[in-house]
T-cell receptor
């Protein structure tokens, strides 16, 4: 079945550091890939998405490229801020399946 | 913006009680979902619905049921609450998940004592 594996946290960085959170997936079809962010005490918010291979999703300085050859969708940001502290979830949705599969989440803490 | 509203942010219930968690969305989405979120386990799908009065079991339906009498409302029911159902419950809706992803509510943190 479809599944998502993302790097375990927690991740702690200093402000302005470079961020990478790794995400790999297993899917039988042609999935769309997503990153969601969850701030403390809130639900998940869609951060970015890519619906086909080689697409790059981007939003708020975050980027991720859909790599079919390595089945990966790693999240990157060039310079993190304290306000980026949150839990990040990688997810996939396969055409024909209405439900979405989520990774376990990676907690990011950015220190001033 | 699509809004998904969960009726309670925090809820405390006693073991054995029947518990209703309500979720309402305002953008005419066909698909609605209930997940629970637990530390170290991520999000696990309980039930989902792709149309009024339709429901499908997710990965962990045991101890839960759902109701979708109207398109905008999807209710999660804990028939007899137990302490192992203490969790964060997240509702989501979507028009076409693979194209647009989900819109989530703010979550209900349920404690069963």
């Amino acid at each position: 079945g479809n599944s998502v594996t993302q790097m375990e946290g927690p991740v702690t960085l200093s402000e302005e550091a470079f961020l990478t959170i790794n995400c790999t997936y297993t899917a039988t079809g042609y999935p769309s890939l997503f990153w969601y962010v969850q701030y403390p005490g809130e639900g998940l918010q869609l951060l970015l998405k890519a619906t086909k291979a080689d697409d790059k999703g981007s939003n708020k300085g975050f980027e991720a490229t859909y790599r079919k050859e390595t089945t990966s969708f790693h999240l990157e940001k060039g310079s993190v801020q304290v306000s980026d502290s949150a839990v990040y979830f990688c997810a996939l949705s396969d055409r024909g399946n209405n439900d979405m599969r989520f990774g376990a989440g990676t907690r990011l803490t950015v220190k001033p | 913006d699509v809004k998904v509203t969960q009726s309670s942010r925090y809820l405390v219930k006693r073991t054995g009680e029947k518990v209703f968690l309500e979720c309402v969305q305002d953008m005419d989405h066909e698909n609605m979902f209930w997940y629970r979120q637990d530390p170290g386990l991520g999000l696990r799908l309980i039930y989902f619905s792709y149309d009024v009065k339709m429901k499908e079991k997710g990965d962990i339906p045991e101890g839960y049921s759902v109701s979708r009498e109207k398109k905008e409302r999807f209710s999660l029911i804990l028939e007899s609450a137990s302490t192992n159902q203490t969790s964060m419950y997240l509702c989501a809706s979507s028009f076409l998940p693979e194209a647009y992803g989900y819109t989530f509510g703010s979550g209900t943190r349920l404690t069963v004592v």
